[in-house]
Structure formats: structure tokens, C-alpha cells
């Protein structure tokens, strides 16, 4: 049987550190091979979960990709890893990602998964800087098999401009948080009040 193989894509590890890692603890457990593509992945002790950490540099600006390398790379590793599932994050790796992949028949292009962690384009932001940002989300959006997103705004946004069809949004309350750490007994009475008295 043959073994399920994730990629989970972001920008900078931050992203993977601070949010992801339960998610590639999770697939890991279940069998799957799961390997990280992100700037400073491989710097990152936390992130040795992932069987692969692949480095590539690019940033939280669009405009990252002006090297000509960076797509045919990004197009290699996914098709060198024969992955089912490719799981891009942040609005930049995510479009990058889509682009480089679009130039691969369906039939064996991997799943592409883009979880939403807030569109750059919204409400109350600039109208050139918002325009600039829909038109990367629409352009990316036909490479995209599912669209996740996490908060109500964001699905709006993407209903009404039809980033991608409707049967292809999903609609996930948060990124999750870890209940055990947040219960009110797992802190100390003199913590709070030291940190009252702060």
C-alpha cells in the first residue's frame, strides 16, 4: 500500500512553528511521509517532525519570486515527491506555490490545499494594494482544489469574488488552539496575582 504524502508550504518557518506543527504531528502519526517547504525551515529545531525540511528564499513580499529559479524549484520538489497533497499557507508561498504548479496537467498535479490565514486583500485596506492582492487570490484560485478558510470575512471575500467555486470552500472555525493550556487551573494563584500586580 502505497504511503500518503503531505507538503505543507509557508513562507517563513514562523508560520509552521507557531501553527502547523500539530498538523504534521498528526499526519506523521497516521503513516503519512509529511515534509516542509518554507524560508528558514531547516533552521528550526521544533520543525524536525517533518521527515523533509526543503529551504527556499523568498519572503513575505510578492515580488519575491523575480528570481527565475524560484518557480522551476518549487515545481521540481513537488513532482520529485510525488506528494497527494500540497498544503500551502500565508498569501505569498501559497501564490507562488499555485503558480509554479500550474503549468502541471490536473491528472498529476497532487491535491493543492490553500488554508487562508487571512486574505491580504480586505476591508478597509488600500484599494490598490487590495485589487493587486484579488487578482493574485483569483489568478492562483484555478489551481486551487480547496479553499480553506478561517474566519467569516474571509469566506465572504471568497464567495463574493469567487476565488473558487462554492464546492470548493471550506469553512474551518480558527487554526485550533490547545484547551489544556488555557484552563484556568493550570495557573498558579500567585501568578495571578504577580501578574495583576504587573
Same mark, same amino acid.
Given at each position: 500500500? $502505497?504511503?500518503?504524502?503531505?507538503?505543507?508550504?509557508?513562507? *517563513?518557518?514562523?508560520?509552521?512553528?507557531?501553527?502547523?506543527? &500539530?498538523?504534521?504531528?498528526?499526519?506523521?502519526?497516521?503513516?503519512?511521509?509529511?515534509?516542509?517547504?518554507?524560508?528558514?525551515? !531547516?533552521?528550526?529545531?521544533?520543525?524536525?517532525?517533518?521527515?523533509?525540511?526543503?529551504?527556499?528564499?523568498?519572503?513575505?513580499? &510578492?515580488?519575491?519570486?523575480?528570481?527565475?529559479?524560484?518557480?522551476? $524549484? @518549487?515545481?521540481?520538489?513537488?513532482?520529485?515527491?510525488?506528494?497527494?497533497?500540497?498544503?500551502?499557507?500565508?498569501? *505569498?508561498?501559497?501564490?507562488?506555490?499555485?503558480?509554479?504548479? !500550474?503549468?502541471?496537467?490536473? $491528472?498529476?498535479?497532487?491535491?493543492?490545499?490553500?488554508?487562508?490565514?487571512?486574505?491580504?486583500?480586505?476591508?478597509? %485596506?488600500?484599494?490598490?494594494?487590495?485589487?493587486?492582492?484579488?487578482?493574485?487570490?483569483?489568478?492562483?484560485?484555478?489551481?486551487?482544489?480547496?479553499?480553506? @478558510?478561517?474566519?467569516?470575512?474571509?469566506?465572504?471575500?471568497?464567495?463574493?469574488?469567487?476565488?473558487?467555486?462554492? !464546492?470548493?470552500?471550506?469553512?474551518?472555525?480558527?487554526? %485550533?488552539?490547545?484547551?489544556?493550556?488555557?484552563? &484556568?487551573?493550570? @495557573?498558579?494563584?500567585?501568578?495571578?496575582?504577580?501578574?495583576?500586580?504587573?
Amino acid at each position: 500500500m $502505497k504511503t500518503a504524502k503531505l507538503l505543507i508550504v509557508s513562507t *517563513v518557518a514562523r508560520t509552521i512553528q507557531c501553527f502547523l506543527l &500539530p498538523f504534521a504531528k498528526h499526519f506523521r502519526r497516521l503513516g503519512w511521509e509529511v515534509d516542509a517547504l518554507a524560508d528558514g525551515v !531547516s533552521l528550526c529545531p521544533e520543525c524536525e517532525v517533518f521527515l523533509r525540511r526543503m529551504e527556499i528564499q523568498w519572503s513575505r513580499n &510578492p515580488l519575491s519570486a523575480r528570481n527565475p529559479a524560484t518557480l522551476p $524549484k @518549487v515545481r521540481n520538489i513537488v513532482l520529485r515527491g510525488r506528494y497527494d497533497i500540497v498544503h500551502v499557507h500565508t498569501p *505569498v508561498a501559497a501564490f507562488l506555490t499555485r503558480l509554479a504548479l !500550474s503549468g502541471i496537467p490536473r $491528472k498529476n498535479r497532487p491535491k493543492v490545499v490553500y488554508t487562508v490565514h487571512g486574505f491580504h486583500f480586505h476591508k478597509g %485596506g488600500h484599494l490598490v494594494r487590495n485589487l493587486f492582492f484579488l487578482i493574485l487570490e483569483k489568478v492562483s484560485g484555478v489551481y486551487t482544489d480547496y479553499l480553506v @478558510v478561517i474566519n467569516r470575512e474571509d469566506e465572504e471575500a471568497a464567495r463574493r469574488w469567487r476565488i473558487v467555486t462554492e !464546492s470548493r470552500i471550506r469553512y474551518m472555525p480558527g487554526i %485550533g488552539l490547545d484547551t489544556e493550556y488555557y484552563k &484556568p487551573e493550570t @495557573v498558579s494563584k500567585d501568578q495571578i496575582s504577580r501578574i495583576r500586580a504587573e
